[in-house]
């Protein structure tokens, strides 16, 4: 009886890097970075009735050293992008970055001089959710694509 025969039907076979993706996937450390009205609207995600914990990522944490996904809700002027790259930066590998809301995304109706015009000017953006502010739903639909996408990089060939 060959191998093939012996493992049909009773085991599950998959990569490594498949099976360490889907654990990450699934344990989100998220790190709010709200400066404005969206942190309000993320404050309803982790409450009960929307409930973020179903998707694996209610363990909020404040310390960049201690997350994975760094979530950016609300304006970024030109004085604090340097504090967000800091924070970025002291963030250890693999990390993701959600653009929460139109001020995040494109700097929004701010199209002034002291405003950054969207986060992705200073950090990669894996996520950018549209909106002034996301309904929860939108932020929890960012939550799942972003998974999709860890899934995807891990079935990459790098
Ligand atoms: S996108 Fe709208 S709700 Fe969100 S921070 Fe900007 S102005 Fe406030």
New binding site residues.
């Given amino acids: 009886m060959g191998l093939d025969n012996l493992l049909a039907g009773n085991a599950i076979t998959l990569k490594l890097k498949e099976a360490v993706a889907w654990a990450r996937k699934y344990s989100l450390w998220p790190m709010p970075y709200g ?5 309000i ?1 993320f404050m309803g995600v982790v409450a009960p009735y929307f409930d973020i914990s179903r998707f694996g990522a209610e363990l909020v944490r404040f310390s960049p050293r201690q997350s994975d996904l760094l979530m950016v ?3 970024i002027n030109y004085k604090q992008a340097p504090i967000l790259k800091r924070i970025y930066d002291q963030m250890c590998h693999p990390k993701w970055v959600i653009a ?5 995304t494109s700097g ?3 199209n002034n001089y002291s405003v950054l015009q969207g986060i992705d000017e200073i950090v990669p953006v894996d996520v950018y959710i549209p ?4 309904r929860p739903e939108g932020i929890l639909n960012a939550l799942v694509k972003l998974q999709e996408k860890i899934t995807q990089e891990a079935r990459k060939d790098v």
Avoid at 35 to 39: E, V
Avoid at 100 to 104: K, S, W
Wanted: with cysteine; charged share 5%.
């Fill in positions: 400066t404005a009205c969206c942190a609207e809700m609300g304006t929460m809301g139109a001020c995040a929004g109706f701010y909106g002034c502010p996301p």
